[in-house]
């Protein structure tokens, strides 16, 4: 009896002492800074490449009177799909995101370069569509609204679409189609070997309605087999089907090819070979000056005058194909020869400087290109749409600050870890932000640059060994610890602190103040792990605060 009774006062004092341990403290970030250095801004009348600078990829664009908006990729962060306005298609404001509701998509636990892929948008009759991937999350679907900035509609998920990249055409007798890339008929020939269907598609019901058809196999010309055809858009000109595709993979040997036939299911003829590639770099020398790369996953929109413009993504190595910013969204305008629309002659490089399509418009308040700096004080009722977060919604601020709280999930878990983080958007390019946080044991705070959760860099303040230190840590596969290996760390008195990460190219500088003076505490550390040509995937670095605590 008596063991019984001290077994039962010990479990009740383990309890009490389980129920009053301390919740974790969290990180107070008063505010975040974000500078980038692009060059000088362009002369009047002109503008500059790329529109939208960082990891802006996919582009699809749509024209409603005077009204152009666009869509990009977002893959697994959150919210996703954004969705942008712009009146002279240079200046451009995000006025919402598609995917803006966690119950929408379950990114789960999803590589951060699942989820979905590449949107395309388009409008019929007072509705605006956006068919859309997701990625080992469901397949190809389907969203709605009544107005571009939202909010859009519930997935309606398109259960005989296989394949990726989907896009919708609606033909003049209102019939609607839906065209994507899905495997061949029959057994692939050979790795890449890829093909683009057509299939019809009731835009009332939402539904599928058969007969899938295959409209290209391979490529424009399959005896050599070309790989990966995919991004597929439709348009009619003057009576004239045409079909434009991304062809070659998304690196250096990314572009852009077109097709046409006389009735929306084909057969489609390939432009001969001295139209095709419409668009492409993979010619141009390896080692030219600032060089554009990887262009391709074009879409084509016509002004109210009949003038053709593209938008498409593209790459800015820093070096060989080191690029961390991500894939791009670009424009030019599209020159028609002998009734085929080229956007980019054979062998020119894409130019940065552009004479304007149209009168300048307004702008969002929140530059998307060229140099600028902007600081986020975290004052509004909620964060600017500028912020993500990995697979899951981010937190709001409140008070002032961006308040995170350390949790189980870290940075390199495959979860949803408390960051919250916008696009490094230049190859040259610097973050600071005010942080306030007494670490616990084992608990880490700070700025992190995050390609994916094998690939970044940290400078955080940590506690081990009874001691506070500020520490730089770099991560760069899964063989590696998943809060990265330390590449330098110093102690430090407690107290706030300021945190900065200087990126230039693929070198980044890490430092850390708590007054007037900053100490280095790492400079020149490799950062090419976050280019993808070592992480992969087909994302851009993302910058921002996190925090997290102990391991589960």
């Not at 010619?283 to 016509?302: E, F, K, M, N, Y």
């Given at each position: 009896m008596k063991s019984t009774i001290l077994a039962m006062v010990g479990a009740l004092a383990t309890a009490t002492l389980v129920s009053a341990a301390p919740a974790p403290e969290k990180a107070r970030f008063d505010w975040v800074e974000y500078r980038g250095t692009d060059g000088p801004a362009a002369p009047a009348g002109q503008y500059r490449n790329p529109i939208l600078a960082g990891f802006y990829s996919d582009p699809s664009i749509l024209r409603v009177g005077s009204d152009y908006y666009l869509v990009t990729s977002t893959f697994s962060w959150f919210p996703g799909i954004p969705v942008f306005h712009s009146r002279d298609l240079i200046h451009w404001k995000q006025i919402g995101n598609a995917i803006d509701r966690p119950g929408q998509l379950d990114f789960g636990t999803l590589a951060m370069s699942r989820g979905v892929f590449a949107p395309a948008i388009n409008h019929h009759n007072g509705r605006f569509y956006i068919v859309n991937t997701c990625v080992d999350c469901g397949g190809n679907f389907v969203i709605t609204a009544t107005n571009p900035a939202g909010p859009w509609s519930d997935p309606v998920w398109l259960k005989t679409v296989e394949g990726i990249d989907p896009s919708m055409f609606f033909d003049d007798d209102g019939r609607a189609w839906i065209v994507n890339n899905r495997a061949p008929e029959g057994e692939p020939r050979y790795s890449g070997h890829r093909a683009i269907w057509i299939e019809q598609f009731d835009p009332v019901a939402l539904k599928m309605l058969g007969n899938a058809k295959m409209i290209v196999d391979g490529g424009i010309d399959p005896a050599a087999k070309p790989v990966w055809i995919e991004g597929p858009h439709v348009y009619k000109v003057n009576g004239t089907y045409y079909l434009m595709a991304a062809e070659g993979g998304t690196s250096v040997n990314h572009s852009e090819v077109?097709?046409?036939?006389?009735?929306?299911?084909?057969?489609?003829?390939?432009?001969?070979?001295?139209?095709?590639?419409?668009?492409?770099?993979?010619?141009?020398?390896?080692?030219?000056?600032?060089?554009?790369?990887?262009?391709?996953?074009?879409?084509?929109?016509?002004?109210p005058d009949g003038r053709w413009w593209s938008v498409f993504l593209g790459t800015r190595p820093y070096a060989k194909d080191y690029y961390n910013a991500g894939r791009e969204t670009f424009l030019l305008p599209v020159t028609w020869r002998d009734g085929w629309p080229v956007i980019l002659d054979r062998g020119k490089?894409?130019?940065?400087?552009?004479?304007?399509?149209?009168?300048?418009?307004?702008?969002?308040?929140?530059?998307l290109t060229g140099s600028f700096t902007v600081r986020d004080d975290f004052t509004a009722p909620s964060l600017g749409r500028e912020w993500m977060a990995m697979r899951t919604a981010p937190v709001q601020p409140a008070g002032g600050?961006?308040?995170?709280?350390?949790?189980?999930?870290?940075?390199?878990?495959?979860?949803?870890?408390?960051?919250?983080?916008?696009r490094q958007q230049h190859a040259d390019a610097t973050v600071t932000t005010a942080l306030s946080f007494a670490p616990r044991e084992g608990e880490m705070a700070g700025l992190a640059a995050l390609q994916n959760d094998e690939y970044f860099l940290t400078i955080a303040l940590t506690r081990h060994d009874?001691?506070?230190?500020?520490?730089?840590?770099?991560?760069?596969?899964?063989?590696?610890?998943?809060?990265?290996?330390?590449?330098?760390?110093?102690?430090?008195?407690?107290?706030?602190?300021?945190?900065?990460?200087?990126?230039?190219?693929?070198?980044?500088?890490?430092?850390?103040?708590?007054?007037?003076?900053?100490?280095?505490?790492?400079?020149?550390?490799?950062?090419?792990?976050?280019?993808?040509?070592?992480?992969?995937?087909?994302?851009?670095?993302?910058?921002?605060?996190?925090?997290?605590?102990l391991r589960r």
């Open positions: 077109i097709l046409r036939a006389d009735k929306v299911d084909g057969p489609y003829r390939p432009a001969p070979p001295s139209i095709n590639p419409i668009l492409t770099q993979r010619d141009l020398p390896a080692g030219r000056a600032a060089p554009i790369s990887a262009t391709g996953h074009a879409d084509l929109v016509q002004l490089p894409v130019p940065t400087l552009v004479k304007a399509p149209l009168p300048a418009a307004p702008a969002g308040t929140t530059p600050a961006l308040s995170l709280t350390p949790g189980h999930d870290g940075l390199g878990d495959f979860g949803r870890p408390a960051f919250v983080a916008r009874g001691k506070t230190f500020v520490r730089v840590a770099r991560r760069a596969g899964k063989q590696e610890p998943r809060d990265g290996v330390t590449v330098a760390e110093r102690p430090i008195a407690a107290g706030p602190v300021q945190l900065r990460i200087a990126a230039h190219g693929g070198r980044y500088d890490f430092a850390v103040s708590q007054g007037k003076a900053w100490t280095t505490v790492a400079a020149g550390v490799d950062a090419t792990n976050l280019s993808t040509a070592t992480a992969g995937g087909f994302v851009g670095t993302m910058i921002g605060p996190f925090a997290q605590g």
